[in-house]
Nanobody, 118 residues
Framework: VQLVESGGGSVQPGGSLRLSCAAS????????MSWYRQAPSGMEREFVA?????????KYLESVQGRFTISRDNALNTVYLQMNNLKPEDTAVYYC???????????WGNGTLVTVSS
């Protein structure tokens, strides 16, 4: 099983980034896919966004609602996080998570760093 995040980097406030998470080794279209983040200050990892297996249900952290959009391409086994109007407080390592709802089995990626600074 592998989850490989990409697309992180440095951006100025108000900028945009698109994160990708490429999955392999499991049946991607049966898993809930989520994004989490952990700030460099050592705060606990927090939920950012999630999408169910068929893409019909999306949930977001309140502070990113309207700025971030989660999407998935089940044909490519990839989940995305489009991040617009980025703010310094969005600076964090962003992690991708896959969860099989029926058993609770979870897989995590290694993260990609997003830095928002002027």
């Amino acid at each position: 099983v592998q989850l490989v995040e990409s697309g992180g980097g440095s951006v100025q406030p108000g900028g945009s980034l698109r994160l990708s998470c490429a999955a392999s080794g499991f049946t991607f279209n049966r898993y809930i896919m989520s994004w989490y983040r952990q700030a460099p200050s050592g705060m606990e990892r927090e939920f950012v966004a999630a999408m169910n297996s068929d893409g019909g249900i999306r949930k977001y952290l309140e502070s990113v609602q309207g700025r971030f959009t989660i999407s998935r391409d089940n044909a490519l086994n990839t989940v995305y996080l489009q991040m617009n109007n980025l703010k310094p407080e969005d600076t964090a390592v962003y992690y991708c998570k896959a969860k099989f709802a029926y058993t609770g089995m979870e897989y995590w990626g290694n993260g990609t760093l997003v830095t928002v600074s002027s």
